[in-house]
C-alpha cells in the first residue's frame, strides 16, 4: 500500500516535467473539471508572520487576490468573535480551526466547539498528534479518542477532522499508522484533512488512491506543492501532479482546497501564485 518516497517522487516528477513542472496545468485544453472559485482557501498558517502585526490587512489581501476561504491556525490575540468580524468585513468564511489534541480531548473541548460555531466553520481539526503515541497501541487509543469527540462534534452541529503529517504515513511494527485510523474510527464522526505534500513525503499511496478506497472521508485538503529538491513550494511550481490527485477528488469527499505553504519567503507572493494556478486548473 505504502510506496517509497523515491518511487512517489520519481512518478511525480515525471508527470510534472511532461505538464512543465506544473507551470501550467497539464492538459488544460482537454480538460473540464475545475475547482469551484468558492472552494479555494487559504489556510492561515502560510501567513502567520503578516497575520502578527496586520490580520485584517492580510485577510483583506487574501480577499482580494480571489480566496473565498480560510483555515484558521493561529488566532495571534484576537477572539474567536473579533476574527469572526474580520472575516464578515472582508467577504472571507472560515470553514476551519485547528485545535490541539489535548483540548479535543479534554475539558476543552466544548468551549473549542462553541468557537468553530463563532468563526462560522464547520470542522474541528487535530493538526498533529505527540510523540508519545506514535505506535500501533498509541495510534488506537487515538481513534478511540477521536470517536469520542467526534460524536461530541456531530451534537454540535459539526465535525472533527485529523490533519497528517510524514510521520502518519509510516509503517511501525508491520502496521500503517494512518491506517489504523481510517479503519478504527467511525466515518459518520471522524473525517481527515488531508495534506499533499505530508501524504507524498511520508510514502503513502497517492492520495487519489485514498479517495478511492476511503470516499468521502477527506472534505477538506491541504494543498501543498513540493520542491524538486523536496522541499516546500508554491502550488503549481513544484513537483506534485496535482491534476491526477484531483482526478478522484469528488469520490474523496472534497470540498475545500486550502493553500499551505509552510514557510514562504513572500507570504504574499506564495498566495497570489498558488491561487492562479488552483483557479486555472483543469483536471
Same mark, same amino acid.
Given at each position: ?5 523515491? &518511487? ?7 508527470? /510534472? ?9 497539464? &492538459?488544460? *485544453? &482537454? ?7 468558492? !472552494?479555494?482557501? #487559504?489556510?492561515?498558517?502560510? #501567513? ?8 485584517? *490587512? ?5 480577499? &482580494? ?23 464578515? *468585513?472582508? !467577504? ?14 479534554? /475539558? ?22 505527540? @510523540? ?5 497501541? !498509541? ?10 469527540? *467526534? ?39 471522524? !473525517? ?52 491526477? #490527485? ?6 474523496? @469527499? ?30
Amino acid at each position: 500500500m505504502y510506496r517509497t518516497r523515491r &518511487s512517489f517522487l520519481g512518478t511525480a516528477v515525471g508527470a /510534472a516535467a511532461a505538464a512543465g513542472l506544473g507551470t501550467t496545468p497539464a &492538459s488544460a *485544453g &482537454s480538460r473540464r473539471r475545475h475547482i469551484p472559485p468558492s !472552494g479555494i482557501g #487559504m489556510h492561515l498558517y502560510t #501567513m502567520r508572520t503578516p497575520l502578527a502585526t496586520d490580520f485584517r *490587512g492580510t485577510l483583506e489581501r487574501l480577499a &482580494s487576490i480571489g480566496y473565498a476561504t480560510v483555515g484558521v491556525s493561529g488566532r495571534h490575540g484576537h477572539s474567536a468573535a473579533d476574527i469572526r468580524r474580520m472575516l464578515d *468585513g472582508t !467577504g472571507l468564511r472560515a470553514v476551519l480551526e485547528h485545535v490541539g489534541y489535548d483540548i479535543v480531548k479534554g /475539558a476543552g473541548l466544548p468551549q473549542a466547539l462553541e468557537d468553530i460555531h463563532t468563526l462560522g466553520g464547520k470542522w474541528i481539526v487535530v493538526p498533529s498528534l505527540p @510523540g508519545s503515541l506514535h505506535s500501533p497501541a !498509541g495510534y488506537r487509543e487515538v481513534a478511540r479518542e477521536f470517536n469520542r469527540a *467526534g460524536l461530541a462534534a456531530r451534537e454540535s452541529g459539526l465535525k472533527l477532522l485529523y490533519h497528517n503529517h510524514g510521520t502518519d504515513h509510516q509503517v511501525v511494527d508491520g502496521v500503517g499508522l494512518y491506517d489504523i485510523l481510517l479503519a478504527e474510527t467511525d466515518p459518520e464522526l471522524v !473525517g481527515f484533512e488531508l495534506d499533499l505534500y505530508w501524504a507524498a513525503k511520508g510514502g503513502a499511496s497517492a492520495p487519489g488512491e485514498l479517495f478511492v478506497r476511503h470516499p468521502h472521508r477527506f472534505p477538506a485538503l491541504h494543498v501543498k506543492d513540493m520542491a524538486p529538491n523536496g522541499d516546500f513550494a508554491d502550488v503549481g511550481s513544484g513537483v506534485l501532479d496535482f491534476p491526477a #490527485m484531483f482526478d478522484t477528488a469528488r469520490r474523496g @469527499g472534497v470540498k475545500q482546497w486550502l493553500v499551505e505553504h509552510d514557510a514562504p519567503a513572500d507570504p504574499f507572493a506564495s498566495a497570489l501564485a498558488s491561487y492562479t494556478y488552483l483557479s486555472r486548473l483543469r483536471y
